[in-house]
């Protein structure tokens, strides 16, 4: 534990240094790293939601970069087609600006006339912004079997910071039980995607999720082959095959810059078989089939 002067009268914060040097930020009950720790905590104090928001949020690790690429494709249909889309140059995770990271590019597209409504979280409920839980925006929120989401998490760390960690700050549960609450209170402004039935029936969801955000599919639009085309636009096959998605890095200025490629690992169902065996999961609670 290691002591820091800005916080040193507020109780909602822990810090905490893990092995490698990593410093993470505790609040509120949930860990960051320290860049994006800060950014929640501008955004709490300085984010002003508007109405026509859709806040995209997830947990890290549950396909964020499948839906982000979809709401985007989604959102600007009007504006480009599978040629000229910006997904075909250009990070989706830089698409759609992070709350807790790219307040000011938030605040520019509330400012710009064209207005871009989609803005990226992996904040919990509880850390919202007041004005925006206040508000009326919509709110997509992602999540899938958590065997999965273990595993995915391990991969990335493992690849982003080549160390083993004691303790990976991980709040699954937590995370998606403050979602599901909000949802029964704020009826119609939540909706709730699960990453394994997305899959099983991508149409079906990609129409459900262009409704909710206020961009429904015309009939002339369904009868050309537009959502099938999003959908293939958006696919892992074509976006993990784009040079963008291969080299390069994101947030290279950050204290854990991430290498694009890594946001593009093949997500397989049951993944987790490969990972754990009943020994591994003893005193977990989760059970093998």
């Known amino acids: 534990m290691e002591d820091d002067d800005s916080f040193k009268t ?4 822990t810090i905490s240094r893990l092995k490698g040097n990593m410093t993470m930020y505790k609040y509120l009950g949930f860990w960051n790293i320290k860049s994006l720790h800060e950014g929640t905590i501008l955004a709490r ?6 109405p026509s928001d859709v806040l995209i949020s997830s947990c890290p690790k549950t396909d964020t970069t499948w839906l982000k690429t979809l709401a985007f494709a989604i959102v600007t249909r009007d504006k480009f087609d599978g040629s000229t889309t910006q997904l075909l140059t250009t990070l989706p995770h830089e698409c759609i ?20 409504p989609l803005v990226a979280t992996h904040l919990p409920y509880t850390s919202l912004p007041e004005s925006l839980v206040a508000s009326d925006c919509k709110i997509v929120y992602i999540y899938r079997d958590v065997k999965d989401v273990i595993v995915s998490h391990y991969c990335f760390l493992h690849e982003v910071v080549k160390l ?3 303790d990976v700050p991980f709040e699954y549960w937590d ?3 403050g979602y599901w609450k909000a949802s029964q209170e704020r009826l119609g402004r939540i909706l709730f995607l699960k990453y394994e039935d997305m899959k099983e029936d991508p149409t079906n969801d990609v129409k459900r999720l262009a409704e909710f955000i206020g961009y429904l599919f015309s009939i002339e ?10 959908i293939k636009l958006c696919s892992f096959e074509n976006m993990s095959n784009l040079e963008v998605n291969k080299s390069g890095t994101h947030r ?3 204290d854990v810059s991430i290498e694009n490629r890594l946001y593009f690992k093949k997500a397989k169902d ?5 990972y754990f065996t009943d020994e591994k999961l003893s005193g977990t609670g989760l059970v093998l089939k």
């Not at 992070?98 to 871009?116: M, Q």
């Not at 049951?270 to 490969?274: M, S």
């Open 175 to 177: 995370h998606i039980w």
């Open 45 to 50: 104090k300085s984010f002003k939601a508007k």
């Open 252 to 254: 290279p200025e950050e």
């Open 164 to 166: 083993f960690v004691d």
């Open 97 to 116: 600006p992070l709350l807790e990271h790219d307040l000011e590019k938030v605040e520019d597209n509330h400012n710009n006339a064209g207005l871009f």
């Open 270 to 274: 049951g993944d987790w078989e490969n």
């Open 221 to 230: 639009e369904e009868k050309a082959g537009v959502v099938e085309n999003i």
């Open 10 to 13: 507020c109780p909602q914060h």
